[in-house]
């Protein structure tokens, strides 16, 4: 879903893909921000243009204004496929599908024919508005609450099916004990009337009338209340996950085994080793360093007085002088 992606070598397209794909410098923050602001618009301008008065007013600025944004994003997207090296899989990747998503709409219109195909114009004008999902990207907890939702997506699908179980048995136990007065006029306008309730939307175009029916919503409305929170419970739980996953690193203390560091810690937090083994602790470098200063200076010393007792047995004058 995010694969990893490499410059397609050196030169221009690595300087390039610096730019696009990564931030560290004040070009790429640049071009992230010029990049957002443009998102942004491109939404502004769908929206707007969705509102008759405002189409009516400004309809050819929106389409000269959205002709524009589409130009844009082309290129851009042309650009991160000419400096990657494996534009497919970044194509394939859900931010490439983003992008696609995000012009296809615009150019698209060009090949529909007549006056006829108005609705569907209409539907691809609204899928323009996916740009927006393209901010993604710039969020890093983005990617967080994605990798969250997938690893709760089988305990997620199992509470829909075990709610979707429910409302079935509960439609058609008020099918068949209300009237079809009451608007309960098939299985299907049953289960309809069960989501509604088990949701606590409750519209009340139909409502049972009997009062075991009655007794029979207000159970489905209780239970609403109870397991409402469950899916929200298992997505929380695989974020706070991902949190830990992400600022902590699995790496054992060589020193005493600890292993809940933080990803960027130097240190063991409960013994101090130095946790990088692939590199020197810069306190036993700095130690060394000061050791090798003190050698030498003792050394230096040595050789100091050395060179003063041989030139007073060089210079008896001068030995004699001293008391």
């Not at 009237?179 to 049953?190: R, V």
């Not at 013994?271 to 990088?276: A, E, I, N, P």
């Amino acid at each position: 879903m995010f694969p990893t992606l490499k410059p397609a070598g050196e030169g221009l397209r690595t300087r390039i893909f610096q730019v696009i794909f990564e931030s560290d410098t004040r070009l790429a923050k640049g071009f992230d921000i010029a990049l957002i602001v443009l998102i942004l618009a491109s939404v502004t301008v769908v929206l707007l243009d969705s509102v008759p008065s405002y189409n009516a007013a400004y309809g050819k600025l929106f389409a000269a204004a959205e002709w524009g944004f589409t130009g844009l994003f082309t290129i851009e997207l042309l650009v991160r496929l000419y400096c990657l090296e494996r534009p497919a899989r970044y194509l394939r990747s859900f931010y490439g599908i983003i992008d696609l998503i995000s012009i296809l709409p615009t150019w698209l219109v060009l090949l529909l024919p007549g006056a006829h195909s108005l609705v569907v114009i209409r539907l691809l004008r609204v899928l323009r508005i996916f740009r927006v999902l393209r901010l993604m990207q710039f969020v890093g907890e983005g990617r967080l609450l994605v990798a969250a939702l997938k690893r709760s997506s089988h305990q997620i699908l199992l509470f829909l099916f075990t709610v979707f179980m429910l409302v079935t048995i509960f439609g058609s136990l008020v099918y068949m004990i209300e009237p079809p007065e009451a608007g309960f006029t098939s299985i299907p306008k049953s289960i309809y009337w069960g989501i509604v309730t088990l949701t606590t939307v409750g519209y009340g175009d139909i409502t049972p009338t009997t009062p075991l029916g009655q007794f029979i919503s207000m159970t489905v409305m209780l239970m609403g209340y109870s397991i409402i929170a469950i899916p929200t419970g298992v997505f929380s739980a695989e974020v706070i996950r991902s949190i830990r996953a992400d600022r902590y690193s699995d790496e054992a203390c060589p020193g005493c085994g600890y292993d809940r560091h933080e990803e960027k810690a130097k240190y063991c937090m409960k013994c101090g080793t130095w946790l990088d083994e692939n590199t020197e602790d810069p306190r036993e470098i700095a130690r060394r360093e000061e050791a090798e200063r003190e050698q030498e200076e003792l050394e230096q010393q040595e050789a100091d007085e050395q060179g003063s007792e041989k030139d007073s047995e060089d210079d008896p004058e001068k030995g004699a002088e001293k008391p």
